[in-house]
Protein backbone atom coordinates (compact mmCIF):
# COMPACT_ATOMS: atom_id res chain seq x y z
CA UNK A 1 0.00 0.00 0.00
CA UNK A 2 2.62 2.23 1.06
CA UNK A 3 4.72 1.60 -2.46
CA UNK A 4 1.43 2.12 -4.30
CA UNK A 5 0.84 5.90 -2.34
CA UNK A 6 4.73 6.54 -3.33
CA UNK A 7 4.11 5.31 -7.17
CA UNK A 8 1.24 7.82 -7.29
CA UNK A 9 2.86 10.51 -5.74
CA UNK A 10 5.98 10.48 -8.51
CA UNK A 11 3.46 10.21 -11.42
CA UNK A 12 1.59 13.42 -9.90
CA UNK A 13 4.61 14.91 -9.43
CA UNK A 14 5.83 14.48 -13.00
CA UNK A 15 2.11 15.61 -14.51
CA UNK A 16 2.57 18.66 -12.60
CA UNK A 17 6.16 19.57 -13.46
CA UNK A 18 5.28 18.63 -16.87
CA UNK A 19 2.52 21.08 -16.51
CA UNK A 20 5.16 24.06 -15.35
CA UNK A 21 7.28 23.52 -18.09
CA UNK A 22 5.13 22.81 -21.03
CA UNK A 23 3.87 26.83 -20.84
CA UNK A 24 7.32 27.43 -20.93
CA UNK A 25 7.98 25.69 -23.96
CA UNK A 26 4.78 26.93 -25.47
CA UNK A 27 6.06 31.19 -25.32
CA UNK A 28 8.84 30.25 -27.65
CA UNK A 29 6.57 27.89 -29.74
CA UNK A 30 3.60 30.17 -29.93
CA UNK A 31 4.94 33.75 -28.98
CA UNK A 32 1.43 35.13 -30.49
CA UNK A 33 -0.62 33.20 -27.35
CA UNK A 34 -0.40 35.44 -24.01
CA UNK A 35 0.96 33.00 -21.46
CA UNK A 36 2.24 35.74 -19.55
CA UNK A 37 -0.84 37.05 -18.18
CA UNK A 38 -1.77 37.08 -14.46
CA UNK A 39 -4.56 34.22 -14.55
CA UNK A 40 -1.86 32.04 -16.74
CA UNK A 41 1.10 32.97 -13.63
CA UNK A 42 -1.24 32.50 -11.03
CA UNK A 43 -2.35 29.26 -12.32
CA UNK A 44 1.41 28.36 -12.98
CA UNK A 45 2.51 29.48 -9.72
CA UNK A 46 0.33 27.33 -7.77
CA UNK A 47 1.30 24.07 -9.46
CA UNK A 48 4.83 25.19 -9.49
CA UNK A 49 4.53 24.85 -5.45
CA UNK A 50 2.57 22.14 -5.12
CA UNK A 51 5.16 20.50 -7.69
CA UNK A 52 7.92 21.90 -5.14
CA UNK A 53 6.26 20.52 -2.20
CA UNK A 54 5.36 17.37 -3.39
CA UNK A 55 8.91 16.75 -4.41
CA UNK A 56 10.21 17.97 -1.27
CA UNK A 57 8.19 15.47 0.58
CA UNK A 58 9.40 12.67 -1.61
CA UNK A 59 12.92 13.64 -1.25
CA UNK A 60 12.34 13.86 2.41
CA UNK A 61 10.80 10.43 2.22
CA UNK A 62 13.51 8.62 0.15
CA UNK A 63 16.07 10.22 3.00
CA UNK A 64 14.35 8.51 5.08
CA UNK A 65 13.73 5.06 3.86
CA UNK A 66 17.90 4.92 2.85
CA UNK A 67 18.42 6.00 6.49
CA UNK A 68 16.18 3.35 7.65
CA UNK A 69 17.52 0.87 5.21
CA UNK A 70 21.75 1.70 6.84
CA UNK A 71 20.30 0.86 10.34
CA UNK A 72 18.28 -2.27 9.47
CA UNK A 73 21.42 -3.53 7.63
CA UNK A 74 23.57 -2.51 10.59
CA UNK A 75 21.68 -4.28 13.16
CA UNK A 76 21.42 -7.47 10.80
CA UNK A 77 25.26 -7.28 10.22
CA UNK A 78 25.15 -7.42 14.64
CA UNK A 79 22.66 -10.10 14.71
CA UNK A 80 25.07 -12.23 12.58
CA UNK A 81 27.81 -11.19 14.64
CA UNK A 82 26.08 -11.93 17.79
CA UNK A 83 25.14 -15.70 16.28
CA UNK A 84 28.20 -16.94 14.87
CA UNK A 85 30.55 -15.59 17.03
CA UNK A 86 31.48 -16.27 20.85
CA UNK A 87 30.93 -13.19 22.92
CA UNK A 88 33.93 -13.28 25.64
CA UNK A 89 37.09 -14.19 23.22
CA UNK A 90 35.10 -12.67 19.95
CA UNK A 91 36.31 -16.34 18.12
CA UNK A 92 33.68 -17.95 16.24
CA UNK A 93 31.07 -20.29 18.20
CA UNK A 94 30.45 -23.76 18.54
CA UNK A 95 27.56 -23.56 15.78
CA UNK A 96 29.56 -21.81 13.34
CA UNK A 97 32.31 -23.94 13.98
CA UNK A 98 30.39 -26.90 13.11
CA UNK A 99 28.91 -25.72 10.19
CA UNK A 100 32.07 -24.47 8.49
CA UNK A 101 33.57 -28.17 9.15
CA UNK A 102 30.85 -29.83 6.69
CA UNK A 103 31.48 -27.22 4.43
CA UNK A 104 35.33 -27.29 4.53
CA UNK A 105 35.22 -30.97 4.69
CA UNK A 106 32.90 -31.25 1.39
CA UNK A 107 35.59 -28.98 -0.53
CA UNK A 108 38.34 -31.21 0.66
CA UNK A 109 36.09 -34.20 -0.89
CA UNK A 110 35.33 -32.44 -3.91
CA UNK A 111 38.72 -30.93 -4.70
CA UNK A 112 40.58 -33.77 -3.45
CA UNK A 113 42.60 -31.35 -0.89
CA UNK A 114 44.02 -31.86 2.84
CA UNK A 115 42.09 -30.52 5.90
CA UNK A 116 43.43 -30.45 9.25
CA UNK A 117 41.67 -30.10 12.52
CA UNK A 118 43.71 -28.99 15.81
CA UNK A 119 41.81 -29.29 18.91
CA UNK A 120 43.10 -27.50 21.79
CA UNK A 121 42.50 -27.38 25.79
CA UNK A 122 43.74 -25.14 28.39
CA UNK A 123 45.67 -27.12 30.80
CA UNK A 124 44.50 -27.47 34.99
CA UNK A 125 42.21 -24.53 34.01
CA UNK A 126 40.12 -25.17 36.67
CA UNK A 127 42.88 -24.35 39.17
CA UNK A 128 42.87 -21.23 37.48
CA UNK A 129 39.31 -20.48 38.25
CA UNK A 130 39.62 -21.89 41.43
CA UNK A 131 42.93 -19.96 42.49
CA UNK A 132 42.59 -16.76 41.12
CA UNK A 133 38.15 -16.61 40.25
CA UNK A 134 36.27 -16.75 37.71
CA UNK A 135 36.93 -12.89 36.00
CA UNK A 136 40.74 -13.93 35.67
CA UNK A 137 39.76 -17.19 34.47
CA UNK A 138 38.18 -15.01 31.66
CA UNK A 139 41.16 -12.50 31.26
CA UNK A 140 43.21 -16.13 30.18
CA UNK A 141 40.41 -17.27 28.08
CA UNK A 142 40.60 -14.13 25.89
CA UNK A 143 44.19 -13.71 26.31
CA UNK A 144 44.24 -17.42 24.65
CA UNK A 145 42.12 -16.25 22.05
CA UNK A 146 44.65 -13.88 20.99
CA UNK A 147 48.13 -15.72 20.59
CA UNK A 148 45.60 -18.58 18.64
CA UNK A 149 44.59 -15.91 16.20
CA UNK A 150 48.52 -14.41 15.97
CA UNK A 151 49.42 -17.97 14.49
CA UNK A 152 46.13 -18.53 12.39
CA UNK A 153 46.12 -17.50 8.96
CA UNK A 154 43.32 -15.77 7.66
CA UNK A 155 42.23 -18.63 5.68
CA UNK A 156 41.60 -21.11 9.00
CA UNK A 157 38.55 -20.83 11.03
CA UNK A 158 39.15 -20.62 15.40
CA UNK A 159 36.80 -21.15 17.19
CA UNK A 160 35.75 -21.22 21.13
CA UNK A 161 34.28 -24.66 21.04
CA UNK A 162 33.44 -24.60 24.67
CA UNK A 163 34.68 -24.19 28.12
CA UNK A 164 38.34 -23.65 27.70
CA UNK A 165 38.47 -26.30 25.00
CA UNK A 166 39.62 -24.55 21.20
CA UNK A 167 39.09 -25.60 17.46
CA UNK A 168 40.95 -24.46 14.35
CA UNK A 169 40.27 -25.68 10.69
CA UNK A 170 43.34 -25.62 8.57
CA UNK A 171 42.22 -25.69 4.85
CA UNK A 172 44.64 -27.23 2.28
CA UNK A 173 47.22 -28.21 4.98
CA UNK A 174 48.59 -31.59 6.04
CA UNK A 175 49.67 -32.95 8.95
CA UNK A 176 53.06 -31.68 8.94
CA UNK A 177 52.06 -28.10 8.29
CA UNK A 178 49.38 -28.19 10.77
CA UNK A 179 51.86 -29.65 13.57
CA UNK A 180 54.31 -26.37 12.79
CA UNK A 181 51.71 -23.73 13.28
CA UNK A 182 50.04 -25.90 16.36
CA UNK A 183 53.70 -25.57 17.86
CA UNK A 184 53.97 -22.24 17.38
CA UNK A 185 50.38 -21.91 19.19
CA UNK A 186 51.72 -23.71 22.30
CA UNK A 187 54.98 -21.90 22.56
CA UNK A 188 53.44 -18.98 22.15
CA UNK A 189 50.99 -19.70 25.08
CA UNK A 190 53.29 -21.40 27.08
CA UNK A 191 55.62 -17.93 27.24
CA UNK A 192 52.44 -15.90 27.53
CA UNK A 193 51.86 -14.27 30.68
CA UNK A 194 48.11 -12.88 31.35
CA UNK A 195 48.23 -10.27 34.24
CA UNK A 196 45.83 -8.64 35.81
CA UNK A 197 46.56 -5.74 38.62
CA UNK A 198 48.77 -8.26 41.14
CA UNK A 199 47.60 -11.43 39.82
CA UNK A 200 49.88 -12.98 37.03
CA UNK A 201 49.93 -16.70 35.48
CA UNK A 202 51.17 -18.15 32.93
CA UNK A 203 48.70 -21.19 31.56
CA UNK A 204 49.78 -23.75 28.80
CA UNK A 205 47.72 -25.78 26.59
CA UNK A 206 47.81 -29.17 24.79
CA UNK A 207 46.48 -29.92 21.57
CA UNK A 208 45.42 -32.85 19.39
CA UNK A 209 45.56 -32.96 15.59
CA UNK A 210 43.86 -34.98 13.12
CA UNK A 211 44.25 -34.56 9.35
CA UNK A 212 41.48 -36.51 6.38
CA UNK A 213 44.90 -38.20 5.29
CA UNK A 214 45.83 -40.64 6.33
CA UNK A 215 43.22 -42.34 7.46
CA UNK A 216 40.56 -41.23 5.64
CA UNK A 217 37.83 -40.12 7.63
CA UNK A 218 34.22 -40.61 5.71
CA UNK A 219 32.73 -38.41 7.71
CA UNK A 220 33.33 -34.56 9.05
CA UNK A 221 32.35 -36.14 12.83
CA UNK A 222 34.94 -38.16 12.45
CA UNK A 223 37.92 -35.93 11.64
CA UNK A 224 36.67 -33.89 14.62
CA UNK A 225 36.47 -37.30 16.97
CA UNK A 226 40.77 -38.22 15.73
CA UNK A 227 41.53 -34.36 16.57
CA UNK A 228 40.12 -34.69 20.33
CA UNK A 229 41.18 -38.50 20.70
CA UNK A 230 44.61 -36.59 19.88
CA UNK A 231 43.85 -34.35 22.20
CA UNK A 232 43.22 -36.79 24.82
CA UNK A 233 46.37 -38.48 24.47
CA UNK A 234 48.30 -35.31 24.88
CA UNK A 235 46.51 -34.45 28.16
CA UNK A 236 46.84 -38.01 29.36
CA UNK A 237 50.63 -38.21 28.69
CA UNK A 238 51.59 -35.02 30.32
CA UNK A 239 49.96 -32.01 29.21
CA UNK A 240 51.94 -28.63 27.36
CA UNK A 241 52.59 -30.76 24.05
CA UNK A 242 51.28 -31.68 20.26
CA UNK A 243 50.46 -35.31 19.31
CA UNK A 244 48.49 -36.23 15.83
CA UNK A 245 46.09 -38.48 16.05
CA UNK A 246 47.37 -42.00 15.18
CA UNK A 247 44.59 -44.84 14.90
CA UNK A 248 47.31 -46.85 16.67
CA UNK A 249 48.17 -45.23 19.64
CA UNK A 250 44.81 -42.79 20.42
CA UNK A 251 43.10 -44.24 23.38
CA UNK A 252 39.32 -44.22 23.67
CA UNK A 253 37.74 -41.72 26.23
CA UNK A 254 37.22 -43.50 29.23
Known amino acids: MRQQMIRALIY ?19 PDIPYLDPEHLLTGGITATITALLLSLLISHANRMTSVAHELSRLNKTLREESSHDSLTGLYNHRYFQEMLRHEFLL ?6 ELSCMMLDL ?14 GDLVLKGTAEQILREARATDTVARYGGEEFAVLLPNTDLEGATRIAERIRVRAQEYTHQDKDVAMRVTISIGLASTRPYSPQKPEELLAFADQALYRAKKTGRNKVVAYSALAAPEHP
Not at 108 to 113: E, G, K, S, V, Y
Open 12 to 30: LAIVLLMANISPVIDIFLH
Open 108 to 113: AQRHQT
Open 123 to 136: DLFKEVNDTCGHPF
